[in-house]
C-alpha cells in the first residue's frame, strides 16, 4: 500500500522567511505532483515532478524530487501572505500497462504566511 | 484548455434522499475520471476510477452499491450517493486524465460538490 506523508502539517510563518515542507512516500515512483488548495476551493496543480532530481521553480515556489530517497521538497523562499493555502503532494503507481491510476495524497500542509 | 465542470457545487438533502453530482470534461476526452472525498481539514481519499464504457473500479472500503458510478461518454461521469446519510456529508472531487495524453498521470480536477445531508 502507497503512504505519502507530509511535514509539517501545519505551519505559521512571517512574511519574508523561508521554508520547506517535505514529502515522502513508501513505494517506488518516479511522478509526483504537488497542488495548492484554497479553503472551499478545488486543487490547482502547481508542479508535475517526474524524474529523479527534477525540478521546478515558479515565482517564490521550487519543488524537487528525489526518487531514491523517495523524497520531495516545496521550497517557499521570501513568502507572502497569498501563499497562505493547503498544499499537497501525491503520488500515483502507473499500472505496467500504463493504465491510468489514482492519485494517493499526502494528509495537506496548512500554511499560515502572517505580515 | 483541460477544463473540468462539476454540476451542482453544493446540495443540501435529506437524510435518505439520492443525489447525483455530475463530472464533465468542457475541452478535452477522458477516457478515466477519478472520483475523490474530502472531509473537513483532511486529505482527500480516491473512491473510485471510473472508466468509459465499463464497471468503476472501487477502492478498499468505499460501498459500490451506496455510490453508484456511471461513465457514459468520453467527457461525463456521475456520481450518484444513494440512500445519503450525514456521515456522507463531504467535498466530493472529481478528476479526469486525458485520452491519449501524455505517459504520466496528469489529472484535471473539477471544482468539487459539497453535500451536506441533513
Known amino acids: 500500500e502507497l503512504k505519502v506523508e507530509q511535514n509539517p502539517l501545519f505551519l505559521s510563518m512571517q512574511e519574508g522567511k523561508n521554508y520547506t515542507i517535505y514529502c515522502n512516500y513508501s513505494t517506488t515512483s518516479d511522478r509526483l505532483y504537488w497542488y495548492r488548495q484554497d479553503p472551499g476551493k478545488s486543487l490547482e496543480s502547481l508542479f508535475v515532478?517526474?524524474?529523479?532530481?527534477a525540478v521546478k521553480q515558479e515565482g517564490r515556489l521550487m519543488a524537487s524530487l528525489d526518487t531514491k530517497a523517495r523524497l520531495s521538497t516545496l521550497h517557499i523562499t521570501a513568502a507572502v501572505h497569498d501563499l497562505s493555502a493547503t498544499y499537497f503532494c501525491a503520488v500515483d503507481i502507473l499500472g505496467s500497462g500504463g493504465g491510468a491510476d489514482g492519485l494517493t495524497f499526502g494528509k495537506g500542509t496548512h500554511l499560515i504566511i502572517q505580515p | 484548455g483541460a477544463v473540468v465542470s462539476q454540476h451542482p457545487s453544493w446540495v443540501i438533502c435529506k437524510s435518505g434522499t439520492s443525489v447525483k453530482i455530475e463530472c464533465r470534461s468542457l475541452?478535452?476526452?477522458?477516457?478515466?475520471m477519478f472520483w475523490y472525498r474530502q472531509f473537513p481539514k483532511q486529505s482527500l481519499m480516491l473512491m473510485a476510477t471510473?472508466?468509459?464504457?465499463?464497471?468503476?473500479?472501487?477502492e478498499q472500503g468505499v460501498e459500490k452499491d451506496k455510490f453508484l458510478i456511471n461513465h457514459a461518454s468520453l467527457t461525463l461521469s456521475t456520481l450518484t450517493v444513494t440512500s445519503a446519510h450525514p456521515e456522507d456529508s463531504s467535498f466530493y472531487i472529481c478528476s479526469a486524465r486525458v485520452a491519449g495524453g501524455f505517459s504520466y498521470n496528469e489529472q484535471f480536477f473539477g471544482p468539487g460538490t459539497r453535500l451536506t445531508v441533513l
Open positions: 471510473s472508466n468509459e464504457g465499463s464497471k468503476a473500479t472501487y
Open positions: 475541452d478535452f476526452q477522458a477516457t478515466t
Open positions: 515532478l517526474l524524474s529523479n532530481g
